[in-house]
């Protein structure tokens, strides 16, 4: 569908997506009906945003008689599936979408789309850097777009975007399982065990991944990890070219990045461009040195010019929450790693370090394993503060203290709040402070970001 006007739909989440939604649907003439579990009061800037358009609140539940009539029913990335309400609509053959879905029916031009279970957010961010910069090098009025799952829903500026411009758009597995569009150039960055509280199985998760790369064309691009299993296993679903990405060489006549000599090299077919030397990502750890490669991979599916790709990279400095720096406090050093809310993350954090660990870990349990993190903990960690709902959970894998290893304690603690102080009392000159929970943060706060900033507030008030 792309002429709204005059349908009945609906848009379930009163969040950053849905009110993004919500307003570029009012604005193309549709009825919108916008419902949330969440009472009106609890909702009072929500709905003060939205004033004076054509959109009609029904807060506190999702009652069946509001899917009488409707043409549509719009999640938003949040929403689970198997709620009642949703349910319902399938049962009613209503059809489902979501913010994504309806841009990638809008957008004007090429869009890059960027999933995997980490490190899509910090690659998102560094290829619409170089997307800015080849724009700004060629002169050009044409601008890139960046936001998805992160910042901006490109839906809001949809209406503002030109043919020539690009898209590029983070994509969650929860965006993803309701879609029938692919990027044109579509990354698949890794696929570990993540947000099994959700999807229920791996293979429910994985496929939910795979559906950026579902619907591509011939003379699309796809983008996969030659060093995941999870990533580089979806190769079989590819209808397009592949770019991968990885430490090692790619196959002969294959196409992708690489490190050789500390440098970062393309290969396309066969020949080989030298790119970048390591030495300019001013990133921390080597996963991040893989989102680097990915981003290269992408800029490349992308015909980004090269020195747009590596002014880039030299400039930049990541984002918040994700192995930020945030203060030494005598002799020690903090890191906000809110960002990580499965294992998996938590594991590459650890890894970047080779300094004493003072490590902060909880939150809220997503059904996922902890047992490779607490063995990683017991060899390479110095001290534990395990705060929130997993705190005992994690204390459990982690188990009693042996002799011989490197952990020297474990503390539990019932806030974050209080695992600062304590970590505080802890820490010895020399140390890494490094807050990565491996849980969520829905047990304290409204999301990782909130978390994050509480953490780099308590830290500079020490």
Known sequence: MTDYAGKKMIVIGAARQGLA????????????????????ESLEDELKSLSGLDITPVLGSHPFDLLDGADVVCLSGGVDPKIPF???????????TNDSQIFLEE?????????????????????????????????????????????????????????????????????LELMTRSPQVAAVLNITPNHLDRHGTMS?????????????????????????EGSWNLGNLVK??????????PPFNASG???????????????????????????????????????????????????????????????PH????????????WYNDSIATAPERSIAAIKSFDQPIVLLLGGRDKRLPWDTLADLVRRRVSRVILFGEAAELISEAIGPRKPGQFLKSVVKCDTLQQAVSIAASQVTEGDVVLLSPGGTSFDAFKDFEERGEAFRKWVNEL
């Open 86 to 96: 949703v349910v319902e609509a399938a049962h009613r053959q209503i059809p489902l």
């Open 322 to 333: 994700r192995l930020e720096f945030v203060r030494n406090v005598k002799g020690a050093d």
């Open 257 to 319: 990045t690489y490190l050789d000599k500390d440098w970062i090299w393309l290969q396309i077919g066969r020949e080989q461009i030298k790119m970048l030397p390591v030495e300019w990502i001013q990133l921390r750890g080597k996963h991040n040195l893989s989102n680097v490669l990915a981003a290269c991979a992408i800029a490349a599916g992308a015909t980004l010019a090269l020195p747009a790709i590596q002014g880039a990279v030299e400039e930049f400095q990541g984002v």
């Open 21 to 40: 939604l919500c307003k570029f649907l009012a604005g193309r003439n549709a009825h919108v009906f916008l419902t949330d579990s969440r009472p009106a």
């Open 107 to 175: 957008c004007p031009c090429p869009v890059v789309g960027i999933t995997g279970s980490a490190g899509k957010t910090t690659t998102t961010a560094l290829v619409g850097l170089m997307a800015q910069k080849h724009f700004e090098m060629k002169s050009s009025s044409h601008k890139a777009w960046v936001g998805g799952n992160i910042g901006t829903p490109l839906i809001s500026v949809v209406d503002q975007m030109r043919e020539d411009d690009l898209a590029v758009l983070e994509l969650s597995s929860f965006q």
């Open 240 to 249: 397009s070219d592949i770019i991968s990405f990885g430490q090692r060489q």
């Open 204 to 228: 429910a998760y994985t496929a939910a991944k795979a559906k950026i790369l579902n619907f591509q064309q011939p003379g699309d691009i796809a983008v996969l990890n030659r060093e995941d």
